[in-house]
């Protein structure tokens, strides 16, 4: 019964910012690590950000313009996003490590939410 729901995205001009959202909910005992994701029309899915307990990770293509954050009281990650460019138009998904009271640990996908930077 866990879940992952994705939610924040839309359009927005370049330059602009969006706050991405991402949810856990269910019979949930930890969340380890949570990592964010997206693909872009035509392209290979990547890896944009990461965080665990003690560290975050970025490709470089959004260093010093996204960052990773966590509520663990609201079992929550979030990814703020600012001086967006049209190449970051893409929808991105969440990924989390997490451990259910039931069924042990296992990896969990959101549904995505789509970015779309134009002018």
């Known amino acids: 019964q866990v879940q992952l729901v994705e939610s924040g995205g839309g359009l927005v001009q370049p330059g602009g910012s969006l706050r991405l959202s991402c949810a856990a909910s269910g019979s949930i005992f930890s969340i380890g690590t949570v990592g964010w994701y997206r693909q872009a029309p035509g392209k290979e899915r990547e890896l944009v950000a990461t965080i665990t307990t003690g560290s975050t990770n970025y490709a470089d293509s959004v260093k010093g313009r996204f960052s990773i954050s966590r509520d663990n009281a609201k079992n929550t990650v979030y990814l703020q996003m600012n001086s967006l460019k049209p190449e970051d138009t893409a929808v991105y998904y969440c990924?989390?490590?997490?451990?259910?009271?039931?069924?042990?640990?296992?990896?969990?996908w959101g549904q995505g939410t789509q970015v779309t930077v134009s002018s």
């Open positions: 990924n989390a490590h997490i451990f259910a009271v039931r069924d042990g640990a296992n990896v969990y």
